[in-house]
């Protein structure tokens, strides 16, 4: 039987796993659930759900992959032939959420190059610039495929040599260009606003719909339900304390959409805009405030689409290794082998 890969350091592990919870969820989907939510009420439900329940699911997950040393399918699989659905539903939802990550992650790659090329020129026609890219038959999918191709080089590489090694470099990086734009966001006039809007709840907001958006949020941004961190805990070292793990894991996941939010809401209440955008929140409303900044702006604003790409590439990244890690484990596939199927 080949010898399972397994992470080269517990920091890596670290990294690899908050680099899958932290994503798109955290720094796109977030700031938006939250300005739909009340701010500062659905946060605090939000947190509430990720200690009490995401915790204890990640800390089961990791439990499951380090037991039996198997990805989703064959993890479930070794307990009872019954379950092996369970391991199924796990990579089918990995799947098709990779669907989604490449095409918003190409959409941040390509606004990357936009936001360094003019975008920023003109503030009132991002949002028809915006729906003309996403409306065009070619455009995004060429930023899709581009961005896809990060994503089979890393996973190619394996679990040291691959996903833990750009682990350690695209999160440390993620949390620095983070860190850059809150302290500028903090420093507007006016940005008061926008802290009291996430960090002073108001329950009156508070309704049955912004409970389960709450909980669906939280289980989304640690990657929870969808073979992700069973895959990776399959990867752990016997010797690691789970708990701990997960604990650090957790915290990093919080403390970026934290950041995340506190980057976004006073830069918005600064230039009088509304928090309710949806989802065109970090593609029209957050380019017009790097907009309204003047030249400076056009640096801002690349630096905050860096940031997403990254935060989209390490949770692809993970995505695909659950699909390539069943056809590992349960097909005898090749690594390499099926990086040159997905690249044909």
């Known amino acids: 039987m080949k010898q ?25 989907r977030f700031p938006y659930m939250a300005g739909d939510n009340g701010g500062g009420a659905f946060i605090l439900i939000y ?31 070794s307990y009872s032939d019954r379950w092996t659905f369970a391991g199924v539903i796990g990579v089918i939802s990995a799947f098709f959420i990779m669907g989604f990550y490449p095409v918003v992650g190409g959409w941040s790659l390509a ?30 999918l060429g930023w899709m495929l581009v961005f896809l191709v990060f994503n089979i080089l ?23 260009l983070l860190a850059f734009l809150t302290v500028r966001s903090v420093t507007l006039p006016g940005a008061s606003a926008g802290l009291e809007f996430i960090f002073k709840p108001d329950f009156s907001e508070v309704s049955g719909q912004t409970l389960l958006a709450a909980l669906g949020q939280a289980f989304f941004s640690l990657s929870l339900g969808m073979g992700c961190m069973i ?28 950041l995340a939010g506190i980057a976004i809401f006073p830069a918005l209440f600064s230039f009088g805009m509304e928090p309710t955008a949806g989802p065109g929140l970090v593609f029209v ?9 003047g ?3 056009t640096l801002f604003g690349a630096v905050f689409f860096i940031a997403l790409t990254v935060a989209a590439l390490t949770s692809s990244v993970s995505l695909l290794e659950v699909v390539v890690a069943y056809l590992i484990d349960q097909r005898g596939m090749e690594r390499n082998l099926f990086i040159l199927l997905a690249e044909l």
């Open 4 to 28: 399972r890969e397994n992470w080269g350091s517990r920091i890596g592990f670290i990294m690899a796993a908050a680099g899958s919870a932290v994503g798109l969820g955290n720094i796109w």
């Open 47 to 77: 947190l509430g759900f990720v200690f009490v329940i995401g915790l204890s699911v990640m800390i089961a997950e990791f439990a499951v992959g380090r037991r039996t040393g198997l990805a989703a399918v064959g993890a479930y699989k």
């Open 111 to 140: 606004y990357v190059f936009k936001s360094l090329t003019g975008l920023m020129s003109d503030s009132g026609a991002i949002g028809d610039a915006f729906g003309g890219f996403i409306g065009s038959p070619v455009e995004p």
């Open 154 to 176: 890393i996973v190619a590489k394996g679990i040291a040599g691959g996903i833990e090694k750009a682990a350690r470099v695209l999160m440390p990086t993620l949390l620095v």
């Open 231 to 258: 895959t990776y805990g399959s990867y752990l070292s016997k010797k690691e304390t789970l708990p701990n793990n997960a604990l650090i894991v957790t915290a990093l996941d919080v403390g970026v959409a934290i």
């Open 285 to 293: 409303v957050v380019p017009i405030i790097f907009a309204e900044m």
């Open 295 to 297: 030249a400076i702006g």
